[in-house]
Structure formats: C-alpha cells, structure tokens
C-alpha cells in the first residue's frame, strides 16, 4: 500500500481539496510553491499510462475545476501540470500554480509550510473551487 493509499484511506491526515469515485485531491505538504496540489488515482498503479483508458481522460475532467481554482486563489499566469511519478509510485499528476517554465523544476528545494499555512492554503482554493 503506498503513502497515497494511506492518504485516500483516511490513514494519514491530507488536506483535502476534492474527491469522487476515482481521484483525490490534497496539497502536496512538500510544495514546490503554495497552491501545488496532487490528484491521484484511487486505483494503485505506479505508472499513469498504466491507468485503464477511461481514468486518463477522467483526470483531466476532474482536475480542471481545481487548476481553475488555483488559478483564482494565487498570482501566477497559469495553473501548469505535471506528472512525474518518481517519488511515489502511484499515478497522480501535480496542478502548480506557475508563472515561468521554472517553477514545475522538481530539481528546486521544495518550501516547508507548517500546519497553520497548509490549512490556509487549502482553504483558499476550497472558497475559489464552491465559487465555480
């Protein structure tokens, strides 16, 4: 069972932004710049291309609302997507507020924000997403 199992279970706490039958979506607690939220798979699978087809298209349409509320929460130019999958093997993508190339760079040391910041964080895409 990865972290994310864990996570989608209930196991360990997240900071929850959206949820159905197929994906969740919490705040990456390791971000690369506020706002960096991860949608992941609730089948296990390590690799996203090795999601069954209806999943692949199925995460797009349930992350849109989210990047668009990313979009409204933090100055950037766009909400930019990634998926990288080294770091847990299980699919999910990354929705990162960017306003340059750079800032999906992965190599960069990620920002370390207490409790207290991630609850805000997530409180603000919430009020954005109930505004769509």
């Known amino acids: 069972m990865t972290i994310f199992s864990k996570i989608i ?3 360990i ?3 929850k932004i959206a ?3 197929r994906f969740y979506a919490f705040l990456d607690i390791f971000p690369l710049v506020e ?10 699978v ?3 291309f090795d999601l069954p087809d209806d999943y692949l298209g199925e995460a797009l349409l349930f992350a849109r609302p989210i990047a668009k509320a990313i979009e ?3 100055r950037c130019d766009r909400c930019g997507i990634s998926v990288v999958g080294l770091e847990v093997p299980h699919a999910h993508i990354h929705l990162i507020p960017i306003n340059s190339a750079d800032d999906l760079n992965f190599t960069r040391k990620k920002l370390k924000l207490g409790p207290e910041e991630l609850k805000r964080v997530q409180e ?5 997403l109930a505004g769509l």
Do not use: M, Q
């Open 9 to 11: 279970a209930g196991e």
């Open 13 to 15: 706490p997240s900071y």
């Open 19 to 21: 949820e159905n039958d």
């Open 35 to 44: 706002g960096h939220v991860l949608v992941v798979s609730k089948v296990e």
């Open 46 to 48: 390590d690799k996203i």
């Open 72 to 74: 409204k929460s933090f």
């Open 124 to 128: 603000k895409i919430l009020k954005a």
